[in-house]
Nanobody, 112 residues
């Protein structure tokens, strides 16, 4: 069983930045894929970014060039740096380990 705890969400103005964190209860060396997903109001959960253990990162088209996923193995933490935020980025953001274990989510609201 892997536990994940997200943090870093909040209210930000359009064009602003936030960094989400996901701390795992096991070493990231034990996890092949770390991912960030989001669920916007009235929408299904969707992929935002993936990070694989071979160093490959993948992003949804809607966030390419604005969001960056990264891993800190020493801290067992996966980050999602979000820049140039738009109102349509408003969602609950979840992290996942190998698509099996999920965090509880953190709310991101982009509004003026």
């Amino acid at each position: 069983q892997v536990q994940l705890v997200e943090s870093g969400g909040g209210l930000v103005q359009p064009g602003g930045s936030l960094r989400l964190s996901c701390v795992t209860s096991t070493s990231l060396y034990n996890i092949n894929v770390m991912g960030w997903y989001r669920q916007r109001p009235g929408k299904e959960r969707e992929m935002v970014a993936h990070s694989t253990s071979d160093g490959t990162n993948d992003y949804a088209d809607s966030v390419k060039g604005r969001f960056t996923i990264s891993r800190d193995y020493a801290k067992s933490t996966t980050y999602l740096q979000m820049n140039s935020l738009k109102p349509e980025d408003t969602a609950v953001y979840y992290c996942t380990a190998n698509f099996i274990f999920w965090g509880q989510g953190t709310q991101v609201t982009v509004s003026s």
